[in-house]
């Protein structure tokens, strides 16, 4: 996209919508697919968080990932935005990849860390069902280390990152102080948010809708019926009570008092004991006023909410 029709669109949003003037405004965009002239235009129109997809710079690791880019590629992009006028710069990482050794891994951090980056990513490798990734697997083709190997990672993730002033803030996201994504955090902390586009979701007062994922259905229905909505459901309070703890263990912890005043004090009760257990097990912490994650409750979390919930 070009940075003028993000210009347009921000434009239309502030014509249509009220937007505090201090809106965090972030642009996803990866190494090799933008100039430092480019990257002045974006800042230029008003986007003002740069989040780049560089997710390896070890070169072999970027080929098996199909990317464009290179380690060097990769390295300059980061410096360009900074060039550009980007204070605020997000790069994302993917861990356990095929072979991916624990010291691969380590230069990768200490790589970025050294970067002008204020917030990273780290997302351990996915399968997704269809993949070719998912099919090389099936087929012998390419292994993937296991869980045990892809939780040591994670902990040299949370380790390093923390030595580096890095505060973890949320299962895969880490950031300097004051510089945590407030997209994320508006997710975490359970609020509302309007979405816009093809396959966009939106949650408002419990309810949540989405839109159609191909975009010439997405226009046509924006055309015929000025709407593209493809389907909805409105939560009921017991499912809006597991997605809102299940949001604030994953982010910075969940706020007791704030969870009384919005779903009584049953849960609480409930859940006594199973949380005396993972504070035994050094899984979570707990005081009067918050329930958190550890270090080594983060490394469970799935299967920690999978029993939570």
């Known amino acids: ?19 505090n003037p201090h809106a965090e405004i972030t642009l996803e965009t990866n190494p090799g697919t933008v100039s430092e002239e480019k990257l002045k235009s974006f800042l230029s129109v008003g986007i003002n ?56 891994w380590l230069n990768n951090l200490k790589t970025l860390t050294q970067l002008p980056v204020k917030h990273i990513s780290a997302y351990s490798l996915i399968l997704e069902r269809g993949t070719i ?9 390419v292994k993937i280390q296991d869980e045990d190997y892809d939780a040591e990672l994670y902990e040299i993730t949370i380790d390093f990152l923390e030595s580096q002033d890095f505060s973890q803030y949320e299962v895969s996201n880490f950031a300097r102080q004051g510089y945590e994504c407030l997209h994320n955090k508006a997710y975490w902390e359970y609020r509302d948010y309007l979405s816009f586009g093809p396959s966009a979701h939106s949650f408002v ?46 982010g910075t912890g969940l706020n007791i008092s704030e969870l009384i005043n919005r779903f009584g004090e049953k849960w609480i ?41």
């Open 269 to 309: 009760k409930e859940k006594k004991n199973y949380l005396l257990n993972l504070r035994e097990k050094n899984f979570i912490f707990q005081t009067d006023e918050k329930i958190k994650l550890t270090r080594n409750g983060y490394a469970l979390c799935d299967e920690i909410l999978s029993k939570i919930l």
């Open 49 to 104: 968080r740069i989040s780049i997809g560089i997710q390896s710079f070890n070169n072999d690791e970027l080929k098996f990932l199909t990317r464009i880019h290179d380690s060097e590629t990769a390295v300059k992009t980061i410096n360009n935005a900074l060039n550009a006028g980007f204070e605020n710069i997000s790069a994302d990482l993917i861990f356990n990849l095929p072979g991916q050794t624990k010291n691969r």
């Open 133 to 141: 990734l998912n099919k090389m697997v099936i087929d012998g083709k």
């Open 1 to 19: 996209m070009e940075p003028s029709y993000i210009g347009e669109i921000i434009k239309y949003l502030k014509e249509k919508f009220f937007v």
């Open 205 to 250: 007062n419990g309810k949540r809708w989405w839109n159609y994922s191909s975009l010439k259905r997405y226009i046509n229905e924006i055309e015929n019926n000025s709407m593209a909505v493809a389907g909805s459901e409105v939560l009921n309070s017991r499912q809006m009570l597991d997605e809102y703890v299940m949001l604030a263990l994953r």
